[in-house]
């Protein structure tokens, strides 16, 4: 069973609009204007049991009402979706038991306690028997190191530490699920990267299924194995990263190490670097810093092995790597040129 299934899930606004002038405040009172915002469209998705999936795309792609209708927080104007076998809207309590949500703008920490009030009351909220909560209450406190912090009030503690005790908090009573809504946002690259470490570790020793809506590409690229863009609510790509690298990536580095020996011998460009002669349609040098050099290609050119070929044939090489674009550079990339919309016609 998909721990996450939805299809055709659509949600539209009514927003009123206030009309300007004295009578067209009053206007707006008894005739107001009102027009609808389609945040989700016809959006269908599954999630497996055990993945790590982001969720990704531009400030009102709708990737936060897409969450919120899956925890059953807002209601869907169209479709059907069920989470670890529940129907959101209809057995929202029983589905919590099995869910974990974490908003990085918001906490479910009471401010003025201490965090371990917070996590001792969340027992009750949850009603996870007492040598349970215990027993996971001790894990949560090792994994995420918060002795250091526990006794100290919620609004005292940095970012960093409050994410770290909203994420024990969503944790405490074992779900199956976890929802994370920009964990990253605002920490420093220390934080990030505990959280990182984390996640991935309770995946792997839990097989946690987690949802992940983010902004950073680094977080993707940690913890993801696969990646949903969604755009004005429209569902735009669903598959793997290296695929959509393959698809919208540009050119990708080849970086060859060169015998030191015969690296006098090569042709100078009017920099005075040295060139590699003659290479294949498509391949570019971009730099040379011996005994390395720098080639980009494109999908036009040869394939990655072919190349590697040419330049063996032609040159003594000691080592070869490949660079792939960054996931950030690519995802801007289908952003600014409409890429993927272009692919579903609609631009």
């Known amino acids: 069973m998909a721990m996450i299934e939805a ?15 004295v009578f067209g405040g009053l206007r707006s009172i008894v005739d107001p204007e009102v027009r609808l915002v389609e945040a989700v469209q016809a959006l269908s998705l599954q999630v497996e049991p055990g993945e790590i ?12 009402t897409t969450i919120k209708m899956l925890t059953g927080i807002l209601v869907p104007s169209a479709g059907e979706v069920r989470v670890a076998g529940f129907n959101p809207l209809h ?28 996590l001792r009351l969340l027992r009750y909220l949850y009603r996870v028997p007492e040598e349970r909560h215990t027993a996971n209450l001790a894990r949560m406190r090792a994994l995420l190191d918060l002795d250091e912090f526990i006794d100290t009030p919620v609004r005292q503690l940095s970012l960093g ?15 199956q699920l976890l929802y994370l809504d920009e964990p ?15 996640l991935l570790r309770i995946n792997a020793e839990q097989g946690m299924t987690i949802l992940i809506t983010t902004h950073d590409m680094d977080d993707v690229e940690a913890l ?8 004005h609510g429209r569902k735009l790509y669903d598959g793997g990263l290296s695929e959509i ?51 980009s290609f494109g999908k036009e050119a040869l394939p990655a092995h072919e190349l590697v070929a040419w330049l063996g044939a032609r040159h003594r090489l000691k080592d070869v790597t490949f660079q792939e674009p960054e ?3 690519v995802i801007r990339r289908i952003y600014e040129e409409d890429l993927l919309l272009q692919e579903v016609g609609v631009v």
Do not use: Y
């Open 245 to 295: 690298r393959d698809r919208f990536g540009g050119e990708r580095t080849l970086i060859a190490i060169l015998d030191p020996a015969e690296i006098n011998a090569l042709p100078r460009n009017a920099t005075g670097e040295p060139c590699l002669m003659n290479l294949p349609e498509g391949v570019r040098q971009i730099r040379f810093d011996s005994p390395r050099v720098w080639l």
């Open 184 to 198: 990253t946002i605002g920490l420093d690259v220390v934080a990030k990267a505990r959280i990182r470490e984390f």
């Open 327 to 329: 996931i950030e550079d």
């Open 7 to 21: 299809t055709g899930l659509s949600k539209t606004f009514r927003v009123t609009k206030r009309r300007s002038g």
């Open 161 to 175: 530490q409050r994410m770290r005790g909203d994420l024990a908090a969503a944790l405490l009573h074992d779900p």
């Open 53 to 64: 999936v982001g969720l990704v795309g531009p400030n009102g792609a709708g990737k936060s």
């Open 91 to 118: 057995q929202r309590r029983a589905m919590s038991a099995h869910i974990g949500v974490v908003f990085g703008q918001r906490t479910q920490l009471w401010w003025d306690l201490p965090l371990i009030d917070s």
């Open 224 to 231: 993801c194995s696969r990646l949903l863009i969604i755009d």
